[in-house]
């Protein structure tokens, strides 16, 4: 079974400041791995994906996130964020084949400070 | 291309009362979804579909049951509603290929009283 976790529910930081959102994920199968955002009130939006290939990936918005496979980790960073960026950050886990499941996290909220 | 399409998106209903949230995708996804959404909980699967045809249960199944009739239509029924079910629905699809990208709904704001 896959499971996500989301190191840190909430993350305060200042503008301009850099941020690293924490997920590790548990599987016994390879997977697919997302980030997505949720701004107050609205649906989610994809910031990025790792399918294949390069560790590291360039979303949306300045974001970046690196795959680690032996630590199972798939950390979002950004290395200056704006007020704009405080939103809910959701990571999310897909099975490479076979049952098709979709797991997300519990969101970490990210509020930026001025 | 409307992409995927909820309703209802808000809807009152009393405790005990049924009722079927609609779901439809034009961009022939195989597979579908279900999640609600709490504060603090994230997004749960409570059903999902791999194709037309099958369905399998997520991680908060129970007091819910699934359809997936045709490849583009993934129902969710409520048969018997109790107020922990009030919550925030997303239904969402996939393609099962390269990009991987997963289309949700505006989502559906169900209280039950």
């Known amino acids: 079974a896959q499971s996500v976790t989301q190191l840190d529910s909430q993350v305060p930081v200042f503008e301009e400041a850099p941020v690293e959102l924490r997920c590790n994920y548990s599987?016994?199968?390879?997977?697919?791995l997302f980030w997505y955002v949720q701004y107050p009130n609205q649906g989610l939006q994809l910031l990025l994906k790792?399918?294949?290939?390069?560790?590291l990936v360039k979303g949306i918005n300045g974001f970046e996130a690196e795959f680690n496979k032996s630590q199972t980790s798939f950390h979002l960073r950004k290395p200056s964020v704006h007020i704009s960026d405080t939103a809910e950050y959701f990571c999310?886990?897909?099975?490479?084949?076979?049952?098709?499941?979709?797991?997300f996290g519990k969101g970490t909220k990210l509020t930026v400070n001025p | 291309n409307a992409g995927v399409t909820q309703t209802p998106k808000f809807q009152v209903l009393k405790t005990g009362q049924s009722m079927t949230l609609q779901c439809a995708q034009d961009?022939?996804?195989?597979?579908m979804y279900w999640y609600r959404q709490d504060p603090g909980m994230g997004l749960r699967l409570i059903y999902y579909?791999?194709?037309?045809?099958?369905?399998d249960k997520g991680e908060v199944p129970n007091g819910y049951n699934v359809s997936r009739l045709n490849k583009r239509e993934f129902s969710l029924r409520l048969e018997s509603a109790a107020p922990s079910q009030t919550s925030v629905y997303f239904c969402?699809?996939?393609?099962?290929?390269?990009?991987?990208?997963?289309?949700f709904g505006e989502g559906s704001w169900l209280t039950v009283v």
């Open positions: 790792y399918l294949s290939g390069s560790t």
């Open positions: 599987s016994s199968v390879s997977v697919y």
């Open positions: 969402a699809s996939i393609y099962r290929g390269l990009g991987n990208t997963i289309y």
């Open positions: 579909s791999a194709s037309e045809g099958t369905t």
């Open positions: 999310a886990v897909r099975s490479q084949g076979g049952s098709e499941k979709l797991v």
């Open positions: 961009m022939n996804h195989n597979s």
